[in-house]
């Protein structure tokens, strides 16, 4: 009799060691599927160009201000272009006309960087006054 009894006990002892087991490991089971969750998330906005500008909108605007001072220089000065004009020939005049038009394109796209870059750093400042006077109230 002390052979059965004993016997169900452990047969009682591993049914509720394999519940515990199975509990781990679901336990387990939705960690890990939470941080890959959370790793997704992260590499998503790190990927995502908002997550950039939100972080580090200083350094985005100096970058943008390097590299349009950069491209424009690239370009090449407009005198240049005027003092050659009177010995082209018909191969060089369609060359200086896409110059000037990716010199024209350069210049509007520093424009428009130029123009979201302020508004956004202002915007940001704005919001950090606003923050200000909320958290002073």
């Not at 199975?22 to 160009?49: C, F, G, N, Y």
């Not at 100096?62 to 003092?83: C, D, H, P, Y």
Request: no cysteine; charged share 35%; glycine share 2%.
């Amino acid at each position: 009799m002390e052979k059965n009894n004993s016997k169900s006990r452990d047969i009682k002892e591993l049914k509720a060691r394999k519940i515990a087991l199975k509990q781990e490991m679901e336990q387990i089971q939705s960690e890990i599927e939470t941080s890959l969750k959370e790793v997704r998330h992260s590499v998503a906005d790190r990927t995502r160009v908002r997550y950039w500008v939100e972080k580090y909108p200083l350094h985005l605007v100096g970058t943008v201000l390097v590299a349009g001072f950069i491209l424009a220089r690239k370009g090449g000065s407009k005198s240049e272009n005027k003092s050659h004009s009177s010995t082209m020939d018909v191969s060089t005049a369609s060359e200086t006309s896409r110059n000037s038009f990716s010199s024209l394109f350069l210049d509007e796209l520093k424009k428009i960087t130029t123009q979201r870059a302020v508004r956004f750093l202002m915007q940001r400042i704005e919001e950090a006054i606003d923050e200000r006077k909320s958290q002073q109230e």
